[in-house]
């Protein structure tokens, strides 16, 4: 039972394989939980890591953490899920007159989310399948202009059997986007009236609501991957709030969204295309949160799990956004995170190229089942982890703190069958070869998205989290230059860490082209109507106004070109003064050459305004994470022993020693080789590297020195 009246904050992230779970108590102390997911009901997984993080708090079961919990976040993969397996519900489009095929044609460009050696076979390539078909597209009679003047009226009569047609068919959910609704909405809530009157049971989504930008294609792929997912999105979150509520939770969840903050359930459920991979959202926001506690602004967020890696920027303490990212092929018109992925995790397999004769690894992977042949589960392909256990980094006893034994003898088996024979080279050779071949596959990714995108590596610390990171972190940074890297106490349940230092966020935009110069007044009543939708939604939400914090933005372009830049304004509601926006053009120009290059800006062609944006921020308050003062202590009474581990400096394994996470202090520092093993994650520290247990218990790795 809680005694002493302790409250506590819980962030509850569902991944494909684990569902992690973070409790941090009012007096800042940090307990983790982690059990398998359960993809026939994952409130069920949640729970279950509830209960892990609150026995190992020292309490009964989740009955006795949840009344005590202030605020409960929540992250899943169910959005991403059900598009990838295609298991939405049965979904109708209902749009303008001659527009039927928008969704189905797409641009005329078929490369977006491809990789580079996809696209060289153009002649291979076909469009996506679409989520909604041809014969579940209805037209109705209506036309607004682009200033939202109505040309013809809607036709109720013919949009009423529209509809019709549609339920007739069987479909759960429509999605309605009709031409130039970002300029006069008054066409789609009529639809809407008529779908909520007649056919209450049915999911409705507006393009208005869910995407109220310019871009036919991408507002409607928007609007239908919405009223795809929105029913099982909507579903889960009821069954998951009811479930909780059941053991004494006493308030709803809030939920991450992709770009960074958390909503409540109904404006989740609304807007449910905000939740896709806003699971590997919450990891960067740890990090932005981790970061900002060492002072440390400028942060590369790299997680490697089972499956992928991925890579986000934060610079000067704000994380990088994308407000047309490419999901599952399909452009569209959601803000997320800027996340950059590519396919090598400790799962990934290593393979020979037939052709060449290469040793290659990933894209392709085992999967949490079977999974590498360590596990021991059916995995009959070499893999990543296969190769770190065999190569000494993985304790076989001690993997995820003892919960499950690897077998490495199947590992170096399958390793010297799959690859040493075929390229007549030792067991150890090849599988050496498999770890520095996926190190090099994410320093590559590294540098793709920051020398790419105008940044310096070098002048970033790395942060390593996931449960494979750790392991590779060393040799990844080394290669780029990188001097520091943090991994977190939280490392392979960061993604719920930040859930925990999230606030609530809405986002607002607004599409309206403006020829720069631009009319300021026309630019302040523009902001002043998203502003004001942003005070209104959070304080009903029940903040107050000196809680809110609202951000401006401005999409750009020089003249005529294709690519926009998203262009921060100084927090604030003021209106803008002539000379802010003469700053804010100069300011473009910079960011543009940052991104392109010296030279690139291209001033004498103009510019012009694209969108504005706003994004309104309730602040939570944080969790004051627990800090323990550095010592000066000898790091060799927390040593458990030693293994023989091969690294690449030396010809041969070295006996290296290995020490336990949970007798390690702050202050102590240990000089590589070394192996340190938590009970969730594995640190490798490299010759000529050294470690240090931070305030926080972050494990700092100072590299090359």
Not at 192 to 207: E, G, W, Y
Not at 465 to 485: D, N, S
Request: proline share 5%; charged share 25%.
């Amino acid at each position: 039972m809680n005694a002493g009246g302790v409250q506590y904050i819980v962030g509850v992230d569902i991944g494909g394989t684990f569902t992690d779970c973070v409790v941090v108590s009012d007096s800042g102390r940090i307990t983790v939980g982690k059990a398998l997911s359960t993809p026939d009901d994952f409130a069920r997984g949640a729970l279950d890591a509830v209960r892990d993080a609150a026995q190992n708090l020292g309490l009964a079961g989740e009955q006795d953490l949840l009344p005590s919990t202030r605020l409960f976040f929540h992250a899943c993969t169910i959005g991403e899920n059900t598009l990838i397996t295609r298991a939405g519900a049965k979904t109708a489009l209902l749009t303008t007159k001659g527009f039927a095929d928008t969704l189905l044609m797409m641009r005329g460009r078929i490369t977006d989310g491809l990789t580079e050696t996809e696209t060289t076979h153009l002649t291979a390539l076909s469009k996506p399948p679409p989520l909604v078909p041809r014969r579940l597209i209805e037209e109705v009679c209506e036309r607004i202009d682009y200033k939202g003047a109505v040309l013809v009226p809607l036709d109720r009569a013919q949009a009423g059997q529209a509809i019709e047609n549609l339920v007739a068919k069987g479909v759960d959910s429509i999605a309605v986007c009709l031409l130039w609704s970002v300029a006069n909405e008054c066409h789609e809530r009529m639809i809407a009236d008529i779908l909520r009157k007649n056919h209450p049971s049915i999911f409705v989504t507006l393009s208005s609501e869910v995407a109220p930008f310019a871009g036919e294609y991408e507002r409607t792929a928007t609007t239908v991957f919405n009223a795809y997912i929105g029913p099982k999105i909507s579903a889960y979150l009821k069954n998951l709030s009811r479930v909780l509520k059941d053991k004494g939770l006493p308030r709803e969840p809030l939920i991450m969204q992709a770009y960074g903050g958390v909503l409540d359930m109904e404006a989740t459920s609304k807007s449910a295309v905000g939740t896709i991979e806003s699971g590997p959202t919450s990891g960067v926001v740890g990090t932005q949160f981790v970061g900002r506690m060492i002072g440390e602004p400028n942060v590369l967020a790299t997680d490697m799990g089972g499956t992928t890696f991925k890579v986000s920027v934060i610079r000067d303490g704000l994380i990088e956004r994308d407000y047309k990212p490419v999901i599952l092929r399909h452009r569209i018109l959601s803000t997320k995170i800027w996340v950059e992925s590519i396919g090598a995790g400790g799962g990934s397999i290593a393979w020979i190229d037939e052709e060449t004769g290469l040793l290659k690894v990933g894209p392709q992977g085992a999967g949490a089942k079977p999974g590498p042949v360590c596990y021991g589960l059916g995995g009959t392909e070499p893999t990543v982890s296969d190769a770190d256990l065999v190569l000494g980094y993985l304790n076989a006893e001690y993997f995820l703190g003892g919960k499950m034994r690897l077998d490495r003898a199947r590992a170096l088996e399958v390793i010297r069958k799959a690859i040493a024979e075929p390229l007549g080279i030792s067991e150890i050779s090849a599988a050496s070869g498999i770890y520095r071949i996926a190190t090099s596959h994410m320093s590559d990714l590294i540098r793709r998205a920051t020398v790419e995108r105008g940044h310096d590596p070098r002048h970033f610390i790395l942060f390593a989290y996931g449960g494979a990171a750790p392991v590779h972190a060393g040799r990844y940074a080394a290669e780029l230059g990188i001097k520091k890297i943090v991994i977190p106490l939280t490392a392979s349940v960061h993604g719920a860490t930040g859930l925990i230092s999230s606030d609530v966020v809405y986002e607002y935009g607004k599409s309206d082209h403006l020829i720069i110069p631009a009319d300021a007044a026309a630019v302040n009543k523009n902001f002043a109507i998203l502003t004001e939708q942003a005070l209104s939604d959070l304080q009903r939400a029940g903040f107050k106004k000196e809680e809110i914090t609202i951000r401006r933005s401005l999409d750009m372009r020089y003249r005529y070109q294709v690519h926009e830049l998203n262009v921060p304004l100084p927090s604030g509601a003021d209106a803008i003064t002539l000379q802010e926006m003469e700053e804010l053009y100069e300011r473009f120009d910079q960011l543009y050459e940052k991104a392109y290059g010296a030279g690139s800006a291209y001033r004498e062609a103009g510019k012009e305004i694209i969108t504005f944006r706003v994004t309104g921020i309730g602040e939570l308050r944080k969790p004051d994470l627990e800090r323990t003062p550095m010592e000066k202590i000898d790091p060799e009474t927390a040593i458990k022993g030693r293994r023989e581990v091969y690294f690449e400096e030396y010809p041969d394994f070295i006996p290296t020693p290995v020490f336990d996470f949970d007798r390690l202090r702050p202050g102590m520092e240990i000089t590589g080789p070394a192996v340190i093993e938590t009970p969730i994650t594995t640190v490798v520290v490299n010759p000529r590297d050294r470690a240090l247990l931070d305030e926080l218990r972050n494990t700092i790795i100072f590299v090359g020195t």
